[in-house]
C-alpha cells in the first residue's frame, strides 16, 4: 500500500514533444521518453505554434518544470510560452544543432545525463531578448543566414540534415546583397550587408561566434559582415580557425543591450534558427523577462565525435519510431 501511494505521488514531467522529428533522433528521444514513461506526462505537438500554447497552458497552471525534448525551434517555442512565468526550463536535446543545450552545457550525447540535470535542480537565469517583438534565447540574424533558412525547406532538412542549409548556402551567394545600417542605442553606426546577434557565444552547432557574448550580462553581441558572397563564408571558417570571427577585417564586433537595422529592402529574420519574416527594419531589445533553465552548474564539453555525428546526420541507418498517442 505505501509502495502505491508513493506511486501516485510520483510527480510527472510534462514533455513537449515534436514526433515528427528526423527519424534518427526522433527515434531515440522516443524511445528514451517511454523507457522513462513513469516520469512523463507526453505531450506531442501536432502544428507550429503549438509547443507555445502547451508550454503557456502548464505556466498558467503553476507547473513547477516544463520539459522540451526536441531542437532549437521546439525550445523557442516552448521559452515563448513560459515567458513571464516561474516554472522552470529543462531542456532534452534532440535537435540536430541543439545551440542552446550546448550553450548551457547540456549534454547533447546523452539523454540520460540531460534528465540527472533536470533531477538535480540547479537553475541558471538567462536573458531574453526579441527581435521586432519575437524573443529568442540563443540568437538571431538579419540577412544572410535567414535567407539561407528561409530557402531550406522542410523536406530537405528531413533527407539531407544540415547539408540542406549547405545546399541552401550556395543558393543564396549569388544574390545582390541588402545594404544595412546598424543603429546602437548609445549612437554607435556601422554598415554591412549581414547581421548576426547572440545573446550567448555559439552559433550554428559547436561554433563560437561571439567570443565575448555571455547570457546574463543584458547586453547582445553582434556581428556586422562588410562583405557578401563567398568571402562573407571564407571569413567565418578563417576566423573560427584564428579563434575570432571579428578578427577579419570584412567584420566588426561591437555590445550593446540594444540596437536597430535599417536595410534599403524587406529582408529575413530568423531567431533561434526560426524564420520570422520580412523586414526593411529590425529593432532588438531585452525584454522584461528572464528564462530560468535547469543547467549543470559545470558546463559538460562535448566531445569531437559527437560534433561530427551531429553535423554529418550520423547514424544513417534510418530507425523506426514507435507509436506514442497524443495526450489530448
Known sequence: MGEESAMEQLHRYPVIFNPKARSQKGGRVLRFLMNHANRFALYATNHAGEAKHLAARFAAAGEPVVIAAGGDGTLNEVVNGLIGSKTLLGVLPAGTMN?????MGIPCDSLERSFEIIERGFVQDVDLFAANGSPFVQMAGVGFDAMVIEETTWESKKMLGPLAYLLAAVRVLGEQPPVMEVICADGRREQGVAVLAGNGALYGGPFKFFRKASNHDSKLDVLIYKEAGYRL????????????IDLMESTSYLQTEAFSVRVDREVPLQVDGEWVGRYSEVKFAETPNQLRVLAPEEPYVNGFSDTMKSLLHWPRRAIAEPHVARTP
Open 99 to 103: 545551440v542552446f543545450a550546448r550553450e
Open 233 to 244: 563564408v571564407l571569413d567565418s571558417l578563417r576566423g573560427l580557425a584564428m579563434g575570432g
